[in-house]
């Protein structure tokens, strides 16, 4: 199989030349995935919608590219502080990876826009 390039259509990826996920072979390489709505090109100040909303862009691409968070062996999860991972880890991260207990690395950084609190990349096997 061909590499295949998948995009939520954000002009980030445009300008600063990436793709959302990569396809290649049975892998799917999801980028850092922030809690940006991309249809409207808004972030919420809230933590946990940050974290729902990064997740809910991460399904998009993983679906997209014939994969599901079921499928996710490595996840890497980035905030800006111990705060906001307290407000994430049980209510977000927690529930969504649970049943799926993924290889994982957390970080605390900076980011790019002060806006941005949390940053969630995921590595998964396509589906057969």
Do not use: H
């Not at 100040?45 to 599901?68: H, W």
């Not at 977000?92 to 799926?100: C, H, P, S």
């Amino acid at each position: 199989m061909a590499r295949r390039l998948i995009s939520s259509g954000s002009s980030f990826e445009r300008d600063f030349g990436y793709s959302r996920a990569v396809v290649d072979g049975e892998w799917v390489f999801v980028s850092g995935t922030t809690g940006f709505d991309y249809a409207r090109m808004e972030i919420s100040a809230d933590p946990v919608e940050q974290a729902e909303q990064c997740f809910g862009n991460i399904e998009a691409a993983l679906a997209e590219a014939g994969s599901s968070l079921a499928d996710v062996v490595r996840v890497r999860v980035f905030v800006d502080s111990i705060a906001t991972f307290d407000r994430v880890k049980g209510d977000v991260i927690g529930r969504r990876l649970r049943d799926i207990r993924p290889a994982n690395t957390t970080v605390i950084a900076g980011f790019v826009d002060p806006r941005i609190l949390i940053e969630i990349e995921v590595t998964a096997k396509r589906r057969g």
